[in-house]
């Protein structure tokens, strides 16, 4: 899952306005938009404070970020294949886990 894209589902899970997270972020609507659309990538100090305001795990944002190698041979591909897959899996559970409805309470 892209980064944005996870930012955009918590946030409307969470039923907060993209007007208001990007102020509580210091940052524009336009900007936000652009970043959960995936048409720019936040800064590392960004996604801190997205994690921070959105209660996600800030390594679910690293692997967009991550600087591994591709692979130039089949045990580098192997590594590269297998931390994409960790962390996919680890975006997958937060974000079913998030979305899963509360009974509510009497």
Do not use: C, H
Request: glycine share 6%; proline share 4%; hydrophobic share 35%.
């Amino acid at each position: 899952m892209k980064t944005g894209e996870m930012i955009k589902i918590v946030r409307i899970q969470g039923k907060i306005r993209q007007e208001d997270l990007a102020k509580k972020l210091d940052v524009t609507k336009s900007y936000l938009s652009l970043v959960e659309n995936g048409r720019k990538k936040p800064s590392l100090g960004l996604l801190k404070k997205i994690s921070d305001a959105l209660n996600i795990p800030f390594i679910l944002f690293i692997k967009e970020k991550i600087d591994l190698p591709n692979g130039k041979n089949s045990e580098e591909r192997k590594i590269r294949k297998k931390f994409d897959g960790l962390i996919d899996e680890a975006q997958n559970i937060f974000i079913s886990e998030s979305l899963k409805i509360k009974p509510s309470q009497k």
